[in-house]
Each structure stands twice: as C-alpha cells, then as structure tokens.
C-alpha cells in the first residue's frame, strides 16, 4: 500500500541542524511531489515547502528560506528535510505528505516525527 | 505573506449541520483542499479541489467555494467527527501553500 515512513524522534540543542527523512513506497516516486508541513505544540498546522522529484525544484515557504532544505535520492524513494539555526521555536512535528504535482492536494501523510529543541 | 481565515471553533449538536468556513483573497483562483485531524495523528484530507470527495470519505462531508471563502459542511455530523479541520490553499502565485489557522469542531 501506498505509504511515507519517516524517521524516529530528535532531540537537537539550540543553533544544531537537524535531518527529518520521508522514505516512499507502493507508488512511483517520480509522479508525485514531496510536501514538508510542521505543527507546534498545540499550534496549527504550517507548510513549509515542497519539491517535484522530477525536476529537483523546490519551492519554499518564505518564512523558512535560507535555514530549511528539502532533497530527494530517487534512487531509494526518499526524500529529506534540513532545518539548521533550530531555536525552541522550532519544536514540533514535522510531516512528510505526498503533493499531487503542483498543487496543495496533499494525498498521502507520513506519521510525523517530533523534532524537540532544548539546551 | 498571504492568509486564510478559518473560525477559530464550530460546536454542533450530534445529527445538526456543521459548516467551516475558509477566507482568502486568492481562493477565487486557486482551489481550496480541506484536512481532518484527529488528536495525535496525521491530517487526513476530506475535500479536494474545492468540492470533490476522495474515496472512503463519508458522503455527509461536503465542500464548496464562492468567491474569496470556501466551505466545508458536515451534515448529520456524528460523534466521530470531532477534529480539527483546516483548509489549505496556495498563494496568488501559485509557489507558496497556506494552512489556515484551524477550527475545532465539537459534537455534543
């Protein structure tokens, strides 16, 4: 069936980057874009961006421009996603979710892996 | 940097029609998609493009979209549908997607 699977729970102090990875499977990888969406603590949800693994062109909600990277190896199915300077704003659970390409039609959701801030 | 604005809460009795509402100045142009989620899990999406249903969705979910707002209704909503729903919409230029800020919907 068709699923994200992302990686286990972080623990970074204040100014470490951190890798969240998205690993795919039961569909064609290369079809569909990968969307990266956090949520703080009892906050809503926030896009943050998203990447045509055809192209490699990702697109980046302004907010996160400069300190967050999304990459792809589309020989494993996996993509990835960098955020460096974390402060303790950055605390939160970061989604994968499949895009279907080119629009906010996000199909498919990953679990979620819980990136925790703190000295 | 572009919003939508969702009500922050929707209480409705068990059986009664809830609808959410989604405003935003591109929403004319750019379709809406509505998301579920349920405490601790994933969001799950209920409507796409403005008014379709994905599979497996219940029919008493419902969406549509005149002019700067989009709708989500639930009509006879049930117990289960307790959640927090957000719209989701992409900028005016089509680069940068946008959650609302959420409702909650409670059902009792």
Known sequence: ?119 | SYELTQPPSVSVSPGQTARITCSGDALPKKFAYWYQQKSGQAPVMVIYEDSKRPSGIPERFSGSSSGTMATLTISGAQVEDEADYYCLSADSTGNQGVFGGGTKVTVL
């Open chain 1, 1 to 119: 069936q068709v699923q994200l699977v992302q990686s286990g729970a972080e623990v970074k102090k204040p100014g470490a980057s951190v890798r969240v990875s998205c690993k795919a499977s039961g569909y064609t990888f290369t079809n569909f874009d990968v969307n990266w969406v956090r949520q703080a603590p009892g906050q809503g949800l926030e896009w943050m961006g998203w990447m045509d693994p055809n192209s490699g062109i990702p697109g980046y909600a302004h907010k996160f421009q400069g300190r967050f990277t999304i990459t792809i190896n589309t020989s494993i199915s996996t993509a990835y996603m960098d955020l460096s300077s974390l402060t303790s704003e950055d605390t939160a659970v970061y989604f994968c979710a499949r895009g279907v390409a080119g629009t906010t039609e996000l199909d498919v959701w990953g679990k979620g892996t819980t990136v925790t801030v703190s000295s």
